[in-house]
């Protein structure tokens, strides 16, 4: 029996170094080394070197002056990274219908002149209830509202969200998007 018992702890000793000390310690290093804005949250910092919010968790906006992202289902605090999850609600759930219903009714409520189709990305939320981005129509579709409620010009804020609109990742996964937080940032000037 002892002549097992001490090769199977030096064994796990070994794999306790390894696989505990020796691989996380290289992993971390490399990420820092190559990827350093996202081994720290893919933080946005403003002019004064402040954090102003993470570009891969959405934020809660409800003023007429800002970009609205995609609803959040994390609750009861809306965007609570720590209880990502998405809604679970099938497309025949009253409790769906009721939350698609609530937000259209906002959404025209803040826009009265808007008679175009909402997007769907304005009236569900995302796999994980944090997404950042919302689609091109979706900007589109606020653009006359923020412009209003900002005293600017439709062609000034289209402008605006044009720079903050991110094609499809190596030009073949995904759909265009526009990060809400960042695009909002810039419309209050605390970003480039």
Not at 16 to 44: C, D, H, M
Not at 127 to 147: F, K, W
Not at 162 to 167: I, L, M, P, S, V
Request: charged share 20%; aromatic share 8%.
């Amino acid at each position: 029996m002892q002549n097992t018992l001490r090769p199977t702890f030096l064994f796990l000793l070994l794999l306790t170094l390894l696989f505990g000390v020796v691989y996380p310690g290289v992993s971390t290093l490399l990420i820092r080394t190559f990827f350093p804005a996202e081994a720290n949250g893919s933080l946005i910092i403003d002019k004064d070197g402040k954090p102003l919010g993470s570009a891969l968790i959405g934020q809660n906006f409800s003023k007429p002056e800002y970009f609205w992202g995609r609803l959040s289902a994390t609750g009861p605090v809306p965007y609570n990274a720590a209880a990502s999850t998405g809604s679970n609600l099938g497309s025949n759930n009253p409790a769906l219908k009721d939350a698609v219903k609530a937000r259209v009714d906002t959404l025209k409520a803040a826009d009265l002149a808007n008679t175009r189709p909402i997007p769907v990305d304005l009236v569900t939320a995302s796999g994980s209830g944090l997404d950042p981005h919302i689609s091109p129509a979706a900007a589109e579709y606020q653009v006359a509202r923020v412009a209003q409620a900002r005293g600017k010009t439709v062609a000034e804020v289209r402008q605006i969200v044009a720079r903050f609109t991110e094609g499809r990742q190596f030009d073949l996964l995904g759909e265009p998007r526009v990060n809400v937080l960042k695009l909002n940032l810039a419309l209050d000037g605390k970003i480039p």
